[in-house]
């Protein structure tokens, strides 16, 4: 987590930035505890660095992050892997699998003007996810299909 400063005084309030979710919090300073480097050493990371494969901004950039925030937040999605670079970062196909079939989040930010292919976008997910989305949120877990 990334943690800045919300208040000063008694009761001290920092805001939490949860790296593996994207989301914020705020909480009470003496809320938050060391993890010893040691732990830190032996878990997993829990987030992974990627890129949309396949496609560069586009003309009208203004609002583009607020649209992709609006696909992804809270949703069930499933990340098909194309390439990984070699600093590790992974570029994907993202689908949406809430709905009846799987909306390309790649596919909108092009028909929106928040980005322009740079290959020919699949025009359907491969990976069968409907099984998936149909579980409640909190049984689920991620799909990373390569």
């Excluded at 396949?54 to 949703?75: H, I, T």
């Excluded at 949406?96 to 989040?105: A, M, Q, R």
């Amino acid at each position: 987590a990334v943690v800045s400063t919300q208040s000063t005084g008694g009761d001290k309030m920092v805001k939490v930035f949860h790296v593996d979710f994207g989301t914020f919090d705020i909480v009470k300073e003496s809320k938050l505890r060391l993890i010893s480097t040691d732990l830190l050493d032996s878990l997993p990371f829990l987030a992974q660095e990627f890129f949309l494969a396949d496609l560069k901004p586009g003309c009208s950039s203004e609002g583009a992050l607020d649209y992709f925030m609006e696909q992804v937040a809270e949703r069930w999605l499933v990340a098909k892997v194309v390439e990984r670079s070699p600093n590790g970062a992974l570029h994907v196909h993202l689908w949406d699998c809430e709905s009846k079939f799987p909306v390309s989040i790649n596919r909108g930010l092009v028909d929106k003007d928040y980005a322009t292919e740079i290959y020919e976008l699949p025009d359907e997910l491969t990976t069968d996810c409907s099984a998936y989305a149909s579980q409640p949120s909190s049984s689920r877990t991620s799909i990373l299909s390569y």
